[in-house]
């Protein structure tokens, strides 16, 4: 009879730092913050560039940020992207900005373009979570 | 502040900055991260022009 071993090999696990908490936490409120703190230079500038002056260009088409809503599911899904520009949409809702003008066309635009910021900035979270656990140099 | 964007410049502008950040966040090393972010550039620009000469061939 054929030998059944049980054990299984797991991936180790990474620490728990405070970096590792920080970094993507930072990272979210502010986009690219999460790779400047860990003194990734250029990234974070880079990827705070991008974000940000594609959140703003999307305000300036007169893109809709959403609100928490918990209507059509495309609403919902919106909103779940809005946010994850962090500080962007906190500073966009306090200033009561992002109304959308359905009188342009082109408005449509700057809804996606928040919409991807947001999301953009998730997965930049992400990463500097991985460089903070040091999967990723 | 009120901006018009043609449908082609809203698109390579989108391009643009999913690139940088996909370049960034997808690949390790720097050589990696420079030819995958023009590698998707490349991609969504030509998506473009694929979608539009698909739409024209619909228009027909």
Not at chain 1, 56 to 67: D, E, I, K, N, S
Not at chain 1, 77 to 90: M, S
């Amino acid at each position: 009879m054929a030998n059944s071993s049980t054990t299984k090999e797991t991936a180790p696990t990474q620490p728990a730092t405070a970096m590792s908490v920080l970094a993507p936490a930072i990272g979210w409120l502010i986009p690219g913050a999460g790779h400047l703190i860990q003194k990734r230079w250029i990234r974070g500038l880079l990827i705070m560039g991008s974000i940000v002056i594609m959140f703003l260009l999307g305000l300036a088409l007169q893109g809709r940020v959403y609100r928490p809503n918990g209507g059509d599911i495309l609403d919902i899904l919106g909103f779940v992207g809005d946010v994850g520009a962090g500080g962007l949409y906190i500073v966009t809702r306090a200033l009561d900005l992002g109304q959308g003008a359905i009188a342009h066309a082109t408005a449509d635009y700057g809804t996606k373009f928040i919409i991807v910021a947001g999301l953009l900035n998730f997965i930049s979270a992400a990463d500097a979570y991985h460089i903070a656990i040091g999967k990723k140099p | 502040m009120n901006l018009q964007l043609s449908h082609f410049s809203a698109a390579v502008l989108f391009a643009v900055f999913a690139s940088v950040v996909f370049g960034i966040t997808q690949r390790s090393t720097s050589r990696e991260q420079i030819s995958y972010g023009l590698y998707c550039f490349a991609m969504f620009v030509g998506g473009v022009f694929v979608a539009g000469w698909v739409m024209w061939i619909l228009r027909r």
